[in-house]
């Protein structure tokens, strides 16, 4: 079949389109392509965790500097799996979404609740526990702080640490109730047992823990709390192969039962 010479050059003009169009599509991954810290760390051999630090049972720094806690042997292990060795770097409530953004660190744990908030500047790893907002008073006082209706009264004192979930909960729900902002996680429940200060709401994997340590305090209904929430580990926001790896290492993780062995040493 004899091809006209418009057909010829509309075949041609194809041809050459689908030729440039394969040259350039390495060149534009390839300018789209950054490099994952699931490389880096790799190659450095060093993991950077941004925590507080403040926050039994999940990550609490100790009079000598170390850290222990649920997310310190979770990242231990993760570490590992790396060929890396975990470096923490201290920070605060207030500062922990800005010094992961900033690139200070790798990831940030320690009991970080997932927020719409957050997510708007991170990437969560899949969640790993539900741990809603529970109240924890004296031990005395339990039957009068049930709800958030009878916490938000004038006449209670609710205490609350800066910077986090904690104050965004306090801050939204009571609205009569005397706020007063502690800047001291660790001895925030020292205030609650020196009368200073009635009610503080916080996870429930707090509570329970901080009742044990703290005796006469008590968690209020922590198997019922007040407000559904979810705990995860933060991520940079530009990094989706590190992401999948977080998420694929911790679902073997509990899929082998070595996650919740490390639950069950803190928790249980």
């Known amino acids: 079949m004899r091809l006209t010479t418009s057909l010829r050059s509309s075949l041609f003009m194809v041809a050459v389109a689908l030729t440039l169009g394969g040259c350039a599509m390495p060149t534009q991954q ?7 810290r ?14 507080p630090g403040d926050y039994r049972p999940f990550s609490f ?15 231990t292990a993760f570490s590992g799996s790396l060929g890396a060795k975990p470096e923490w770097i201290k920070t605060t409530w207030a500062n922990l979404l800005p010094d992961l953004a900033a690139g200070k660190c790798d990831m940030a744990v320690g009991g970080v609740s997932v927020t719409t908030d957050r997510q708007k500047r991170a990437f969560f790893s899949a969640p790993y526990m539900v741990n809603g907002k529970t109240p924890i008073a004296r031990c005395a006082d339990v039957s009068k702080y049930q709800t958030v209706e009878q916490i938000d009264k004038p006449e209670v004192r609710v205490i609350f640490n800066p910077g986090g979930s904690n104050e965004r909960f306090a801050r939204a729900n009571f609205k009569r109730a005397k706020l007063t902002l502690h800047g001291e996680n660790v001895t925030i429940f020292d205030e609650i047992l020196a009368n200073r200060a009635d009610v503080f709401v916080t996870e429930s994997a707090e509570a329970i823990t901080q ?5 006469g305090l008590c968690a209020i209904n922590p198997d019922k709390p007040l407000q559904y929430g979810e705990m995860a580990w933060m991520l940079p926001r530009d990094d989706v192969a590190f992401k999948a790896y977080v998420d694929q290492w911790l679902h073997l993780s509990q899929a082998s039962g070595d996650f919740q062995r490390t639950m069950d040493r803190w928790l249980k």
Do not use: H, N, W
């Open 30 to 36: 390839g300018a789209s392509t950054t490099a994952s």
């Open 38 to 51: 699931l490389d880096g760390v790799q190659k450095t051999g060093v993991l950077r965790i941004c925590t």
């Open 61 to 75: 720094q100790k009079t000598d500097a170390s850290y222990e806690g649920i997310d310190v042997d979770l990242m």
């Open 211 to 215: 009742q044990k340590l703290k005796p």
